[in-house]
């Protein structure tokens, strides 16, 4: 089994994450993708910035770094499956236009190294994802509406992905106290395409701009009386990208500037307790996330403003963990997360409150050897969409399943 002092404590934490962008549908609220690990998969993350299993607890809380007693290094692979449906079509262009439904899977990737250099410190590196959305329509949509498929322009691709790079240490003052941050390098990109019509190679939008943002993390952890409790911050840079920014079918060219994309933080309380003479414990986190600081999508210069206004969120989870023995760990959770979208709705970015179903399990096949694996449904709802003044209006719901594998070894 990894080794790690969490199997005989409680444990709290509040952490302020940062938020990144993942090649993959979105699969939280806005574009938010909780895909760090399988061992996280598996309980809905609840309670996954203070549970140390493995390396991949420094995507949530870099402090937690020092409750390992051993070399760490753990690396996976998140596969979802998402379900975007579109349907209920109206508005002086929407009507006639026949349901849609856009689907597709991606695999997520994440790798993690934490080298414990003594009893007081340690040092990590990861790469991984946090968010991301990916929404493609086919050429032909709504080549069956009115006005020459004018409602076209409204579906198209959306796409924003970023891997993140973050390097970390961490201290331990003391038996109660321990401290950490780091730096996140963070390689977001944008694509946004929107025909003139179907099937048409004219875009009145045409946006494919990559770029890299700074930002860093702080953490702490506090241990009294075998009742730990965490706490730890990061911020997110906004990122400016390069690239080529083009309208009206390339007759406006902004190629010049750069385009902006706001990322917010996140706030989370998270919770461990190991029950006493018994194998269960119960985690829990509650997440807060800054989505209001995502007004807009724009160029420095402001001539392409497209508005979003997005409002602040929050999901809250519940989960538990049965040891059944030396090799096998059971894991299950739920999780409920609120949307980011306010007034202003969108069918290439769909969104909804969402409820996470997940399950999962541990085994340890050998001396310091685990395979962890994670399963999740996602379960979104029916909103109702209004876009371009009430030209278009839909009912959109996206739904998505998620199935992780872990490969974890201390040393």
Do not use: C
């Not at 240490?169 to 038996?175: K, L, Q, S, T």
Request: hydrophobic share 40%; aromatic share 12%.
């Amino acid at each position: 089994m990894t080794t790690s002092r969490l199997y005989k404590k409680t444990l709290l934490a509040v952490a302020v994450s940062s938020l990144t962008l993942a090649s993959t549908q979105a699969t939280a609220a806005g574009f938010q993708l909780n895909s760090q690990s399988a061992t996280g998969l598996g309980r809905a993350f609840a309670g996954d910035a203070v549970i140390a299993d493995n390396a991949s607890v420094m995507a949530r809380n870099a402090a937690a770094m020092t409750l390992f007693d051993s070399h760490q290094f753990s690396g996976g692979v998140n596969y979802i499956d998402t379900d975007i449906k579109i349907k209920e079509f109206g508005g002086p262009v929407g009507t006639g236009i026949p349901d849609t439904t856009n689907s597709s899977g991606t695999p997520v990737p994440n790798i993690y190294y934490l080298h414990r250099l003594n009893d007081r410190w340690a040092l990590g590196a990861g790469i991984y994802s946090n968010f991301g959305t990916k929404n493609n329509f086919d050429a032909n949509f709504a080549e069956g509406g009115p006005a020459g498929g004018a409602a076209a322009n409204f579906g198209g691709t959306t796409e924003i992905t970023s891997v993140n790079y973050t390097l970390n240490a961490a201290y331990r003052i003391n038996d109660q106290w321990s401290v950490g941050g780091g730096l996140d390098i963070v390689q977001g990109s944008g694509k946004l395409q929107r025909p003139a019509a179907p099937n048409s190679n004219i875009y009145a939008v045409d946006i494919d701009a990559s770029g890299i943002g700074l930002g860093f993390n702080l953490g702490t952890v506090f241990e009294l009386n075998e009742q730990p409790l965490r706490f730890s911050v990061s911020l997110q840079p906004e990122i400016k990208a390069d690239g080529d920014i083009k309208l009206a079918g390339g007759l406006v060219d902004y190629s010049n500037e750069k385009l902006l994309l706001p990322l917010p933080s996140m706030v989370e309380f998270s919770g461990f307790h190991k029950i006493q003479d018994t194998k269960f414990a119960v985690h829990y986190s509650l997440q807060w996330i800054g989505w209001s600081t995502f007004e807009s999508l724009k160029t420095d210069a402001g001539n392409i403003d497209s508005q979003y206004q997005w409002k602040d969120g929050y999901h809250v989870a519940v989960g538990g963990t049965y040891y059944l023995n030396d090799a096998w760990t059971l894991r299950a959770g739920y999780m409920y997360d609120t949307a980011a979208q306010d007034q202003i709705t969108s069918i290439s970015v769909p969104d909804s409150d969402r409820q996470w179903f997940s399950a999962g399990f541990g085994y340890n096949f050998k001396q310091h050897h685990t395979i962890d694996f994670g399963f999740t449904y996602l379960m979104g709802a029916d909103v109702s969409v209004t876009e371009g003044d009430g030209l278009l209006t839909a009912t959109t719901r996206a739904d998505a399943i998620l199935a992780g594998l872990q490969y974890s070894y201390s040393f």
